[in-house]
């Protein structure tokens, strides 16, 4: 018997596997492997899912209206362009099936999130990679690589899993040497760890033409991961396109209501930003002074470069650090199998995983 075949390139892609949670016969994870937010969620949101858990037999809201106008009013921007998704993730890859196909190319730095190389193939799309310089997105390496098949150019910035990013006026120069049909998508997921006066989400260029879409995502700062909520700005004929290509329900209540809750909940925002603020330069002082190599980050994470040398490599210090309960994420899948990128945790967790490291360092062995 002959079974159902999928269209072409989809047995191509390699299902994305995100960060480990687990490990057999340890009680205590330290889980550092998915840039979850240190501190958790904001009580107030926690306590928002509670309040409607009996509704939940109702539909949610499917245009996400007081979430939206939220959002709107805080940034000065149009709600009614404005699309929600189940995360991020959601809105980038219909962003893909809406506008690319068979024999059209799907743009992204050589080392940018591994989704969009999925969303890509997804829609039999193709995906191409762009040079990168210093781990960092170069825009005459993207402009280079754009070709008359050239649909959607991602731009991850700040960059999973570098840590780098863009200024303003690099990624204004971006857009302005793309062909216009090419849809610039700014995917800014960490916007809100960003403390540099040169850097922006990339609002201004949606607003400046008809080719440029914003993601955001509630996965990170406000560590909703496990509820999928994030969001999209983009030009009125874009958000007409995502609205008709989304679920009409896409969003679950839970979701709508915790991530209104902690939107609003500025106060601890700004705790969990000051509590960044403070680790990621500590951790990163420390790892380098154990002699390894360590990226300059703007995000909620490191990515650290080990030795080649066997048993000082990355692969024997993730085993290791698994060994004592501590996981991180490797980076073969990314192109970087020299390095592990570690998520800023609590205080106690950053503490215990430079005191791993300089143990593995020294000589330690896995257990």
Sequence with gaps: ???????????????????????????????????????????????????????????????????????????????????CGAGSDELLGILCRAYAGPGDEVLYSAHGFLMYAIAAKACGATPVTAPEVELTAHVDNLLAAVTPRTKILFLANPNNPTGTYLPASDVARLRAGLPEHVLLVIDAAYTEFVSRNDYTSGIELVEAG???????????????????LGWAYGPENVAGVLNRVRNPFNVGSAALAAGLAAFNDTAYAELCKAHNDYWLPWIAERITALGLAVVPSVCNFILVRFPTEAGKDAASADKFLRSKGVIVRAMGAYGLGDCLRITIGTGEENTIVVETLAAFLSGGKAA
Excluded: W
């Design 1 to 83: 018997m002959t079974a159902p075949a999928p269209r072409p390139g989809i047995m191509d892609i390699r299902p994305y596997v995100g960060g480990e949670s687990a490990i057999e016969g340890v009680s205590r994870i330290i889980k550092l492997s998915s840039n979850e937010g240190a501190l958790g969620p904001s009580p107030k949101a926690v306590e928002a899912m509670r309040a409607m858990a009996g509704e939940i037999h109702r539909y949610p809201d499917g245009g996400a209206e007081e979430l939206r106008q939220a959002i709107a009013e805080r940034y000065g921007l149009d709600a009614s362009r404005i699309v």
């Design 210 to 228: 008809n080719n440029t879409v914003v993601c955001r995502t509630f996965s990170k700062m406000y560590a909703l991961g496990g509820l999928r």
